[in-house]
């Protein structure tokens, strides 16, 4: 009978010399709870009528707070008050979220989206979350699988989980969260709290 001691030590050689695959798990890119903040909620933003100003700037047709008033958790969450009838659309946005580049192989990256939500006086359909993607210049790709709204808001006094997902352009270095009011009366207020937005890994080409 042949010693099966050489082959069984060519076997285990051959395991111990497989690459171990990359993390699969998601990577936390961004985390909002509101809490510890100055009252201006740096590095916020806004926009109204390609006019663009930091989010607390803003005191008409609508303003940007911390509110310490029935957080999610912690001690604040991000409202915002439509105060008065206002065409077009009313931005409020994160800070710029950098994206490292894929790796080489790598296809359909995703990132997931989860935050807590509640409103009043909303119509349905009147606002939503939407994510932008930009280059590596900071030039604009576009919207989140090309949606404006990749979450749609619904009108709940109470606090409401969210969730979506979609699949980031191999261009993308950078993104933003935005809540976006599209609605023309007023007044509506939206809180939002305990956002987090997570990097899902690509999946490897054949």
Not at 113 to 124: A, Q
């Amino acid at each position: 009978m042949k010693n099966p001691l050489p082959a069984l030590a060519i076997l285990f050689s051959l395991v111990l010399a497989t690459p171990t695959p990359a993390s699969e798990n998601p990577v936390l890119l961004a985390k909002y709870d509101f809490e510890n903040l100055p009252a201006w909620v740096p590095n916020w933003g806004a926009g109204f009528q390609n006019s663009y100003k930091p989010a607390t700037g803003w005191k008409t047709p609508f303003k940007v707070s911390l509110c310490p008033e029935n957080p999610h958790s912690g001690d604040h969450a991000l409202r915002i008050d439509l105060l008065e009838l206002a065409d077009g659309e009313k931005i409020v946005h994160s800070p710029s979220i950098q994206i490292d580049p894929p790796a080489e192989g790598s296809l359909g990256r995703k990132v997931a989206i989860r935050l807590f939500v509640r409103t009043s006086d909303l119509e349905e359909g009147q606002a939503g979350i939407r994510i932008l993607e930009r280059d590596e210049k900071g030039a604009s790709i576009g919207l989140l699988q090309g949606e404006k709204s990749i979450l749609p808001l619904s009108d709940s006094p109470e606090w409401v989980e969210l969730n979506a997902e979609g699949v980031l352009h191999s261009a993308t270095r950078s993104i933003s969260f935005m809540v976006v009011l599209y609605q023309a009366t007023a007044p509506v207020t939206v809180w939002i709290d305990d956002v987090s937005i997570e990097l899902e890994p690509g999946t490897p080409a054949l």
